[in-house]
């Protein structure tokens, strides 16, 4: 089992910064490859990016240049660092935890509860 809690969501002006924060707590093992994705109402999630126990990372095309993901093990949390930001950027994110292949597009079993990020022009 794993419980992940996002923040750091909100409004921006298209070209600003935003960083994410997901609190992760439960199974350690399921935490080791985590991620974010996002979701558009009516559309299909989409993965964002990964990062595994030993910091490797991949991104999607679509953020790849403009968002970095990291962790900070000590503090069991996730962040998403989101610069350049485009209005199509406007979605749900979410935290995800539990996969056996870290990269992006992956199966994630655990994902939290999400955070609005909208970004208007």
């Known amino acids: 089992q794993a419980q992940l809690v996002e923040s750091g969501g909100g409004s921006v002006q298209s070209g600003g910064s935003l960083r994410l924060s997901c609190e992760a707590s439960g199974n350690t093992y399921i935490r080791n490859c985590m991620g974010w994705g996002r979701q558009v109402a009516g559309q299909k999630r989409e993965g964002l990016a990964t990062?595994?126990?030993?910091?490797?990372?991949t991104y999607a095309d679509s953020v790849k240049g403009r968002f970095t993901i990291s962790r900070d093990s000590a503090k069991n949390t996730l962040y998403l660092q989101m610069n350049s930001l485009k209005s199509t950027d406007t979605a749900m994110y979410y935290c995800?935890?539990?996969?056996?292949?870290?990269?992006?597009?992956?199966?994630?079993?655990?994902w939290g509860q999400g955070t609005q990020v909208t970004v208007s022009s």
């Open positions: 990062i595994d126990k030993d910091g490797t990372v």
């Open positions: 995800a935890a539990g996969s056996w292949r870290c990269t992006v597009g992956t199966e994630f079993g655990y």
